[in-house]
């Protein structure tokens, strides 16, 4: 195999990588990380140094990112924890397909509805104290902001996903284009 077949290979595995960094539940930032990986034990390590730093630190940062993001559109929203742990449930059962309300659409579907019904489910059984017509309001606000949140989170990825493979193709292009 060419090395110019193997980057453009490489790099349409990126593509993927950036497109799994923004959509919950596909690999992202990791097969970014990995892509380049391969690229340097090609090439030498030391021709993606910057390239694996950057893609190391947006791999880190979506971790984190994956976490704040969330959490902060629960606070903004004034979710309970188990509006959190409903999100998650959600997510987990939509991916899978298991929704009930799925029949068409598949996981990815269910990757934006799974957390909001989750997320619903959780807070209204959380909130029994009040009324139903507050306690749906409540539910509802708080599944509004763990989704969006989320969004956010995955925007903010995506980004960074993109400034990684941007890194990479800038340190290594000149490697392609002389050979």
Do not use: C
Not at 96 to 112: D, E, K, Q, R
């Amino acid at each position: 195999m060419s090395l110019t077949l193997l980057y453009w290979i490489l790099i349409a595995v990126m593509a993927v990588g950036v497109v799994g960094s923004v959509v919950p539940a596909m690999p992202g930032s990791s097969l970014i990380l990995a892509a380049i990986f391969i690229w340097g034990l090609v090439n030498g390590l030391n021709t993606v140094s910057w390239a694996l730093i950057v893609a190391v630190l947006v791999l880190l940062a979506s971790v984190g990112i994956d976490f704040l993001a969330a959490s902060w559109g629960a606070k903004r929203a004034g979710a309970s924890k188990w509006g959190q742990i409903g999100a998650i449930v959600g997510l987990v059962l939509g991916i899978v397909g298991l929704l009930p309300a799925l029949p068409v659409g598949g996981p990815l579907l269910g990757i934006l509805l799974g957390p909001f019904a989750g997320a619903f489910i959780g807070e209204f059984l959380y909130r029994q104290e009040l009324a139903l017509e507050p306690r749906l309001k409540l539910a509802l606000k708080a599944s509004l902001g763990i989704v969006v949140g989320s969004l956010i989170g995955n925007l903010i990825q995506g980004l960074l996903s993109v400034a990684a493979v941007i890194v990479f193709l800038v340190t290594t292009w000149h490697l392609v284009a002389a050979g």
